[in-house]
C-alpha cells in the first residue's frame, strides 16, 4: 500500500522532527535512495492531526537534540509523543509498519515506550563524535534483516544503553546491533534494540551518514565499506508490503 497521491509505487515515510533536530535532510536522502518517498513532518503538525500517521507506511524519528535537551536527552519530545499521538504510534506498530528512531529519536522511543530500556550518559563522561563500527547479531529486527556490518558516525552524550534484564533482551531476540568498541559503556555494547515485533529498531548511531562511498572520511584512502544503505532498503521493503 502507498499514499494515495503517490503514484510511483514507493512507500510514504514520514520524517518526524522536532525543535532542535536537524538529521531529517539526511534521513530523507538515505530514504530516497532506498526507494522510499520521503515526507518531513513537523512534531507541532503530528500533535494537531495524528490521523497523518496513516497516510504513511514508515515513520522516521530524526536525530538532533530535540529542544536543545533542556530537560535531558528526548525527554520533552517523547513526553509530547506519548501524551499526543500515543494511541496512533499503538495502532502503527500493531499494523506492521516499520519505525526507526536514530540518536536523538532512539531516546525519545525508549521515552515512550515503544522500545525497552532508556540511555543514560556516556560512561566517560564526554560527548562522543566519531565513526564506530557496528557488528549485527542474529535478531527479530526487520530492519537489520540479512545486514552485514556496517561503518556510520556517532554524535551523542546519552547514549549508554541500559536494560534491567539484559539477559533476557538478548534472549528475546531485541538486540539488534552491537558495536566493536563500545565508545559510551551500553551493556552488552549494545548499539541498537527492537521490540517484540521486529518492526520499531532504535539505534544511537547514525546510519544516514554512511549510504554512500563517498560519506567516509577515509574514502580516498580505500575506506568507505560497511555502507548502511542495506537498511534502509530493508525497511522500505518491509513497509511496502503493508
Not at 534521513?27 to 490521523?51: C, Q
Not at 530500556?117 to 526487520?142: I, K
Not at 552524550?157 to 559510551?184: K, M, S, W
Request: net charge negative.
Amino acid at each position: 500500500m502507498t499514499h494515495a497521491g503517490d503514484t510511483t509505487g514507493r512507500p510514504t515515510a514520514i520524517v518526524l522532527a522536532a525543535p532542535g533536530t536537524n538529521r531529517d535532510p539526511d534521513v530523507s536522502f538515505a530514504l530516497r535512495l532506498a526507494g522510499a518517498d520521503p515526507r518531513t513532518v513537523l512534531l507541532a503538525e503530528l500533535l494537531a492531526d495524528p490521523s497523518t500517521l496513516q497516510q504513511a507506511q514508515m515513520l522516521v524519528v530524526a536525530g538532533g537534540f530535540s529542544y536543545a535537551d533542556a530537560l535531558g536527552a528526548g525527554r520533552m519530545w517523547s513526553l509530547a509523543l506519548h501524551h499526543g499521538v500515543g494511541e496512533a504510534l499503538a495502532a502503527f506498530v500493531a499494523a506492521g509498519k516499520p519505525i526507526i528512531g536514530i540518536c536523538n529519536g532512539f531516546q525519545v522511543l525508549t521515552g515512550t515506550g515503544l522500545l525497552p530500556g532508556t540511555l543514560g550518559h556516556n560512561a566517560g563522561g564526554h560527548f562522543q563524535c566519531r565513526w564506530v563500527q557496528l557488528d549485527v547479531p542474529a535478531s527479530r529486527c526487520v530492519w537489520t534483516d540479512g545486514l552485514e556490518p556496517i561503518e556510520c558516525p556517532i554524535a551523542h552524550g546519552e547514549g549508554r544503553y541500559v536494560h534491567p534484564d539484559i539477559d533476557a533482551l538478548a534472549a528475546a531476540g531485541q538486540v539488534a546491533l552491537t558495536y566493536r568498541q563500545n565508545p559510551n559503556g551500553s551493556q552488552r555494547d549494545i548499539a541498537g534494540v527492537c521490540d517484540e515485533s521486529g518492526v520499531v529498531l532504535g539505534l544511537m548511531p547514525h546510519p544516514e551518514n554512511h549510504v554512500l562511498a563517498r560519506q567516509h572520511p577515509h574514502a580516498t584512502r580505500g575506506a568507505g565499506r560497511g555502507l548502511a544503505l542495506d537498511l534502509f532498503r530493508n525497511g522500505v521493503r518491509h513497509a511496502s508490503r503493508q
